[in-house]
């Protein structure tokens, strides 16, 4: 088995009791510039997660000490939100149904081939770092004594967003929110179902890009005993399990032409027929929808129906994206200097001056993802004042003068601060760590909210400062 211990891609970690199997995996994986951490039982995943948050977890379902649908489980419910793909042998729709509803990723049915394994692999790990940049890049949301949270942001845009959002949540008319990746489309419905009347009510979320059209219909509709093979016992779908609250929809321009004629009855009669069944069952709940998609322009060919968008676009919001909020930029870059520097054992870089004033003009058209992209290339070269990071921003970016908000930064001496300072905020940081957890009540991932940071940097900042013993949190 082949071991790189100069390996510095993702973390995966790999749950599988079989050796065969788990050495095979890793190998392939680690071909591919993959840091697989092998771990062969419950104990092992559970005592290893307890402590790192990787990017990625592949789950094998039958395990010698335990069942992994109920591990995940358990994981979510303490606060995991890495990507978790699960593995089994014995693959039915039932048990891809089960896999999804306790918070898989995707599902590997065994045997596979390695090239089915890389492509999963991949696709979940761009999931992940689409909702890290989601947290990053979309308005925080803070307590507000009218509608309970409200959205902030810096630019306009946003603040347009947090204007209208009292109204939107007072009323139970359905929203659409469009915006490109990364603009915090589903902050923007959990802000919405947070302040509304139905906040005591579940908040479901669905993906509809991430799963085929059969099984997202039985995901979203349920099914009854027999309506296909697997299908054993009468299952509730989502769009039941969302009863008294709120239903979101994310990428419904995914969704397939059949899948959307029985969500138009949904909205127009509230109720459902589940599939392989008669009975109708009557549904009360809200809808919120998002896209990046034109859902104009494909009602217009017919790719979606018209009279669906009208029914899902009552009140339709739209988030601006990166190159619109350029006053947001400067913390951005902050927080991924830190972020690789920390993960690759590097001191972060100072940007100079004309490489800031670049970034700040340059139009992002890749949203959170690009400028990301482009810290993490400064931070491994050490510099941020490299013609070679210098030169993609030049094609594009016309020359403008720095926010108010940057000019700091610009203005800021070139050398790095002296220890007394990064002494004091270190000890700034964990003060504002330990009093967001106890504001939150040990609940890691609504502390990450409230400092506007992912859930992984929080958990990286607890062990970090070593508040995870004084606090006794998990």
């Not at 859930?455 to 949190?473: A, M, Q, S, V």
């Amino acid at each position: 088995m082949t071991m790189d211990a100069e390996v510095n891609g993702p973390e995966v970690a790999l749950v599988e009791d079989e050796r065969n199997l788990r050495e095979l995996y890793q190998d392939v994986l680690s071909a591919r510039g993959l840091r697989v951490v092998p771990l062969d039982s419950v104990a092992a995943a559970e005592a290893h997660l307890s402590r790192h948050a990787p990017d990625l977890v592949l789950l094998d379902v039958k395990l010698g000490d335990g069942d992994g649908l109920a591990l995940l489980d358990r994981l979510r419910q303490q606060g995991l939100r890495t990507p978790v793909i699960v593995m089994t042998a014995f693959g039915t729709v039932e048990r891809a149904v089960q896999a999804l509803r306790a918070g898989a990723t995707d599902f590997l049915v065994k045997p596979f081939a390695n090239e089915r394994l890389v492509s999963a692999v991949e696709a979940a790990l761009e999931t992940g770092r689409r909702l890290v940049e989601l947290e990053l890049a979309a308005p925080t949301l803070a307590p507000d004594t009218d509608t309970g949270r409200a959205l902030i942001g810096a630019d306009g845009g946003l603040r347009d967003v947090a204007a209208l959002l009292p109204r939107v949540a007072a009323s139970d008319a359905t929203v659409l929110v469009r915006g490109e990746s990364g603009t915090g489309k589903e902050l923007v419905a959990r802000a919405i179902h947070a302040a509304s009347l139905r906040l005591d009510g579940p908040f479901v979320s669905v993906n509809c890009a991430a799963l085929p059209p059969s099984l997202l219909e039985s995901e979203l509709f349920g099914f009854e005993r027999g309506a296909f093979t697997g299908a054993h016992s009468r299952r509730k779908g989502l769009i039941e399990t969302a009863e008294g609250g709120t239903l979101f929809l994310d990428e419904i321009g995914d969704m397939s032409l059949e899948a959307q004629a029985r969500l138009l009855r949904v909205l127009q009669e509230r109720e459902i027929t589940r599939i392989g069944g008669r009975e109708t069952v009557k549904v009360d709940l809200r809808v919120i929808s998002a896209t990046h998609r034109d859902l104009d322009a494909m009602a217009a060919s017919g790719q979606f129906r018209s009279d669906l968008l009208y029914r899902l676009a009552v009140i339709p919001i739209h988030l601006p994206p990166l190159r619109e909020r350029a006053r947001d930029i400067p913390g951005l870059i902050e927080h991924f200097l830190e972020k690789h520097a920390a993960r690759k054992g590097l001191r972060p870089p100072r940007p100079d001056p004309e490489t800031l004033r670049r970034a700040l003009a340059y139009p992002w058209p890749g949203n959170v993802r690009e400028l990301e992209n482009f810290v993490e290339r400064a931070v491994v070269l050490g510099h941020f004042d490299s013609e070679s990071l210098r030169a993609p921003l030049a094609q594009k970016a016309a020359p403008v003068s720095a926010p108010a908000p940057a000019q700091a930064l610009v203005e800021a001496p070139a050398q790095a601060p002296v220890q007394t300072l990064r002494d004091a905020v270190a000890s700034a940081e964990r003060a504002a760590v330990i009093a967001a957890l106890q504001a939150a009540k040990g609940q890691k991932t609504a502390a990450a909210r409230l400092l506007g940071v992912s859930y992984k940097t929080l958990f990286n900042k607890i062990h970090e400062h070593g508040i995870r013993e004084e606090l006794h949190i998990g």
